[in-house]
């Protein structure tokens, strides 16, 4: 069973900056898809960002420009740089993995549908 673990959350105050760590127990140099997901209470788990085996990145409308997906492959590690950061990006963040294509949707914000997921790190923004 592949384990992802965040880390990296925190409260900083608005317009600064955080960086999440995702690191997976499995080896993530051929996988298919992983991302980044966020979610608040009483609302839906949105896309954030998602990056794929060939390193293309994706950004949901509000995370581009001022998020950046990363990994390394080495380290089994999956990033998300986050800066000029506003209230409204509070949430517990959550990294996901699709090891293989399984005939969905393609790798972007939008693709829910991941086989694996970690527990979450918390990101408070205050104002």
């Known amino acids: 069973e592949v384990q992802l673990v965040e880390s990296g959350g925190g409260s900083v105050q608005a317009g600064g900056s955080l960086r999440l760590s995702c690191t997976v127990s499995g080896d993530i140099s051929n996988y298919y898809c992983m991302g980044w997901y966020r979610q608040v209470p009483g609302k839906a788990r949105e896309g954030i960002a998602t990056?794929?085996?060939?390193?293309?990145?994706s950004y949901r409308g509000p995370a581009k420009g001022r998020f950046t997906v990363s990994k390394d492959n080495a380290k089994n590690t999956l990033y998300l740089d986050m800066n000029y950061l506003t209230p409204s990006d509070s949430g517990t963040y959550y990294c996901?993995?699709?090891?293989?294509?399984?005939?969905?949707?393609?790798?972007?914000?939008?693709?829910?549908?991941?086989?694996?997921w970690g527990k979450g790190t918390l990101v408070t923004i205050s104002s």
């Open positions: 996901a993995a699709l090891p293989e294509f399984d005939g969905g949707a393609w790798c972007g914000p939008e693709r829910y549908t991941m086989d694996y």
């Open positions: 990056i794929d085996k060939g390193d293309a990145r």
